[in-house]
């Protein structure tokens, strides 16, 4: 079945850049998807990017898409101490439902 | 329009009880889901509907899980005689069509405590 595996938590520096990585295993995706959850609050679209691209940019995030080996990243540019949250991948297979990893939780210091 | 509602958005629950939730998802959107939310674990999806059908089921919805939609708009889901393994944050999300999501929007979401 469909599987998508994110690493648990990751800190950087206010300023610096976040790298945020995801691996999944159905390549008949369409639509790779990223989203933030801060607490108490429910799930923010961030960005997609849709499958035949290898990278998006919009603003501060950069997603690259690596097809051969099922590898999808979030760079966060300047990452700001509003930037700490849960941030989750999700694909979508067969177009229907979104199949969503773990959830890495994002934590920036001052 | 303000988004997907849902409500309540908290419930405490004893074991054994049943409970309902509510989702009003964006009027024009034709699909609805319902995703669960453990605590320390990305959402798990349940169930969805295109207009008043349901479409597809995890295996996930035991059969105390009950999901409708009975006129394509809100949507409601029930579990009946709750169990401590419930307890969870549940999602509703709605999109515009099949296969893409875009632009699919989520609800803040109902957390279940059952005691």
């Known amino acids: 079945g469909e599987d998508v595996e994110q690493s648990l938590f990751l800190s950087v520096r206010e300023g610096d850049s976040s790298v945020i990585n995801c691996t999944y295993t159905d390549s008949s995706s369409t639509y790779l998807y990223w989203y933030k959850q801060e607490p108490g609050a429910g799930l923010q679209l961030l960005t997609y990017?849709?499958?035949?691209?290898d990278m998006k940019q919009d603003q501060r995030l950069t997603v690259l898409l690596n097809k051969k080996d099922k590898h999808l990243s979030l760079r966060i540019a300047d990452t700001q101490t509003g930037d700490s949250a849960i941030y989750f991948c999700a694909e979508s297979p067969a177009g229907n439902m979104l199949t969503f990893g773990g959830g890495t939780r994002l934590m920036v210091k001052p | 329009d303000t988004g997907v509602s849902q409500n309540p958005r908290h419930k405490i629950t004893k074991r054994g009880q049943n409970v309902t939730f509510r989702c009003d998802p964006i009027?024009?959107?034709?699909?609805l889901y319902w995703y669960r939310q453990t605590l320390g674990q990305g959402p798990e999806f349940l169930t969805y509907f295109q207009n008043e059908a349901q479409l597809e089921k995890s295996r996930l919805l035991s059969d105390r899980f009950s999901a409708e939609r009975p006129k394509g708009s809100f949507s409601t889901l029930e579990i009946q005689r709750t169990e401590q393994g419930d307890s969870a944050m549940y999602l509703c999300?709605?999109?515009?069509?099949?296969?893409?999501?875009?632009?699919?929007?989520f609800g803040q979401g109902t957390r279940l405590t059952v005691v």
């Open positions: 999300a709605s999109t515009l069509g099949p296969g893409d999501h875009t632009e699919a929007f």
């Open positions: 990017i849709f499958s035949n691209m």
């Open positions: 009027s024009e959107h034709n699909r």
